[in-house]
């Protein structure tokens, strides 16, 4: 059993269980025990990163940029 995690039984668990949340998303890590025996451990996702901001890293695309080259599907066998 992980030293670092904090241990809830199962009835503790389903008791408790926002508050454990709460302390996943803070960051920690839960183990639950059913007769003493650790059975699961809750652990918080990757957060999302920032969402981009308008006009930052900003691409610009010519009026053409989805014409073809004169050729360019017969080099291919279209």
Excluded: N, Q, W, Y
Aim: no cysteine; hydrophobic share 45%; charged share 30%.
């Amino acid at each position: 059993m992980d030293h670092l995690a904090a241990t809830f039984s199962v009835h503790e668990a389903k008791t408790h269980l926002s508050r454990l949340l709460a302390r996943v998303e803070a960051g920690e890590d839960i183990v639950i025990t059913r007769g003493g025996k650790a059975v699961a451990r809750l652990s918080g996702l990757e957060k999302k990163s920032a969402a981009r901001k308008p006009g930052k890293d900003a691409v610009e695309l010519s009026d053409d940029f989805d014409v073809l080259p004169k050729g360019f599907l017969r080099a291919f066998g279209a």
